[in-house]
């Protein structure tokens, strides 16, 4: 069974920034990548970002374009998101997938593991 732990939320000025990590383990890792979906209180769940597993191709939400960044360690199995320039709008529980992010831009739902979730709060 493939486990996600999150780590890195927490609570930080607007402008600030923060770095989450999400760390998989146990089975056979096949998902074609992995990647962060985030939702606020009264909110649809959202797409943040994504990257494929081999070739560690990127996609990425409207809303967090050119300030979030995404990325991988391949030794570790490990994703993490760079979050710069956060905004109280970014206020949600962040959530580690893993899956095919390949979809998830196109708004499909395909997963294979969810973590538990990270609390990110920005305060302005």
């Known amino acids: 069974q493939l486990q996600l732990v999150e780590s890195g939320g927490g609570l930080v000025q607007a402008g600030g920034s923060l770095r989450l990590a999400c760390a998989a383990s146990g089975g056979t890792f096949s998902s074609y990548g992995m990647g962060w979906f985030r939702q606020a209180p009264g909110k649809e769940r959202e797409f943040v970002a994504g990257i494929t597993w081999y070739l560690g191709n990127t996609h990425y939400g409207a809303s967090v374009k050119d300030r979030f960044t995404i990325s991988r360690d391949k030794a570790i199995n490990t994703v993490y998101l760079q979050m710069n320039n956060l905004k109280p709008e970014d206020t949600a529980v962040y959530s580690c997938?893993?899956?095919?992010?390949?979809?998830?831009?196109?708004?499909?739902?395909?997963?294979?593991?969810w973590g538990q979730g990270t609390q990110v709060t920005v305060s302005s």
């Open positions: 997938a893993a899956g095919d992010p390949r979809l998830w831009v196109l708004s499909m739902p395909s997963y294979d593991a």
